[in-house]
């Protein structure tokens, strides 16, 4: 599994629930929503690509892959989530960001690692300048 596709599903969801990996996997509102992702970054990612012996990779080779991360990091909480928790920048740009500007490029669409990007960053934002922006001013 590439470990963009494992930190694309599983870093901005547990930053924004702010939880270990493995809740990811026992709730299941946000199982779906890493699921969700998966199919995503599968699009854009792997969409058009096919595996030595011809066939299309398949969608479950992506979701069992970040499946298996889950489990095995069940404990551990996520570096995006212990970069916003100490107020340090995320690396979301290098991420999301990156499957946002692929997915820009190609013909699949990324809505939902945009939003993550949009969320995180501005999370990112608040803890780096914590200050009301000049539209919300009275």
Same mark, same amino acid.
């Given at each position: 599994? @590439?470990?963009?596709?494992?930190?694309?599903?599983?870093? /901005? +969801?547990?930053?924004?629930?702010?939880?270990?990996?493995?809740?990811?996997?026992?709730?299941?509102?946000?199982?779906?929503?890493?699921?969700?992702?998966?199919?995503? &970054?599968?699009? +854009?990612?792997?969409?058009?690509? +096919? =595996?030595?012996?011809?066939?299309? %990779? *398949?969608?479950?080779? &992506?979701?069992?892959?970040?499946?298996? &991360?889950?489990?095995? !990091? =069940?404990?551990?909480?996520? =570096?995006?989530?212990?970069?916003? !928790?100490?107020?340090? *920048? !995320?690396?979301?740009?290098?991420?999301?960001?990156? %499957? +946002?500007?692929?997915?820009?490029?190609?013909?699949?669409?990324? *809505?939902?690692?945009? %939003?993550?990007?949009?969320?995180?960053?501005?999370?990112? =934002?608040?803890?780096?300048?914590?200050?009301? /922006? @000049?539209?919300?001013?009275?």
């Amino acid at each position: 599994l @590439d470990k963009l596709a494992a930190n694309a599903c599983i870093n /901005p +969801v547990t930053a924004l629930l702010q939880c270990e990996n493995g809740r990811l996997l026992t709730n299941p509102r946000a199982a779906a929503l890493v699921k969700q992702l998966c199919q995503e &970054v599968f699009e +854009v990612l792997y969409g058009d690509q +096919v =595996s030595c012996d011809g066939d299309r %990779v *398949p969608f479950e080779n &992506v979701l069992n892959g970040v499946t298996k &991360v889950l489990l095995a !990091t =069940s404990a551990n909480r996520s =570096s995006m989530l212990q970069d916003l !928790t100490n107020k340090r *920048p !995320t690396e979301i740009r290098y991420i999301n960001g990156y %499957v +946002v500007q692929m997915a820009k490029g190609g013909c699949a669409d990324a *809505p939902l690692n945009s %939003v993550m990007l949009s969320l995180i960053l501005a999370r990112d =934002s608040l803890n780096q300048h914590n200050e009301m /922006p @000049d539209f919300m001013e009275e």
